[in-house]
């Protein structure tokens, strides 16, 4: 089945010690997009990529980078996590041609110790 | 930038009772509407959505309603069942379909 692949499922790192999260997707969408989710809240859109093209959010601290280096394949890496970082990143698909839903995978549910 | 407004945060409901979500936005470029429903631990999963030529569209029990000129769009689920409890989050897209900015959220717990 075509779908959004992310790993791992349950990630823990140490305080200040870099992570790296990586999304893989087989429906050949366009755009894709990394979220941060606490508790519930809504999710909080971090970046998006259309095709190589890269969109940063205004408010998504520096400490947060992600590289697209094909069509299936995104990472987010998180340079210096911190206490605050802990939460459940979703990696999201979309075509990016209008009337398109985002395809969420599973999640990776980081802790940071 | 588009800002979506989400009521209520928490809605009970009896088992077989209705329940309606309502939601606004501020940008009139939005012009898709999808609606996310996310089990505790689990990813938010699309349940229904609505393009803004069209006013209502069904989908068995569930239902979404868009009122273009108010800027309104409302979640409408009857016949509500202990699995329909979840988080509802609403969210609004432009027309060039990468931005979605969602709603807060609404809890939903349909009491059996």
């Known amino acids: 089945d075509a779908m959004v692949i992310q790993n791992p499922r349950y990630q823990v790192t140490q305080f200040g010690k870099p992570v790296t999260l990586s999304c893989s997707q087989t429906l050949n969408h366009n755009v894709m997009y990394w979220y941060q989710q606490k508790s519930s809240q809504a999710p909080k859109l971090l970046f998006h990529?259309?095709?190589?093209?890269?969109?940063n959010e205004a408010d998504t601290p520096d400490n947060f980078q992600s590289r697209r280096p094909n069509t299936s394949f995104c990472f987010l890496d998180i340079r210096s996590p911190g206490l605050g970082d802990a939460a459940m990143y979703l990696c999201?698909?979309?075509?990016?041609?209008?009337?398109?839903?985002?395809?969420f995978g599973n999640g990776t549910r980081l802790t940071v110790t | 930038g588009e800002n979506v407004e989400q009521h209520p945060s928490t809605l009970s409901v009896q088992e077989g009772d209705s329940a309606v979500i309502k939601c606004t936005y501020s940008d009139s470029a939005s012009n898709y509407f999808p609606w996310y429903k996310q089990e505790l631990g689990k990813r938010p999963q699309l349940i229904i959505d609505?393009?803004?030529?069209?006013g209502e569209k069904k989908d068995q029990r569930i239902a979404v309603t868009l009122n273009k000129t108010a800027k309104h769009f409302s979640l409408h689920i009857t016949e509500t069942q202990p699995e329909d409890s979840a988080v509802y989050f609403c969210?609004?897209?432009?027309?060039?379909?990468?931005?979605?900015?969602f709603g807060p959220g609404t809890r939903l717990s349909v009491l059996p």
């Open positions: 609505i393009r803004s030529n069209v």
């Open positions: 999201a698909t979309s075509t990016g041609t209008g009337y398109s839903p985002l395809h």
């Open positions: 969210a609004a897209s432009s027309a060039y379909g990468q931005n979605f900015v």
């Open positions: 990529y259309y095709d190589k093209d890269f969109n």
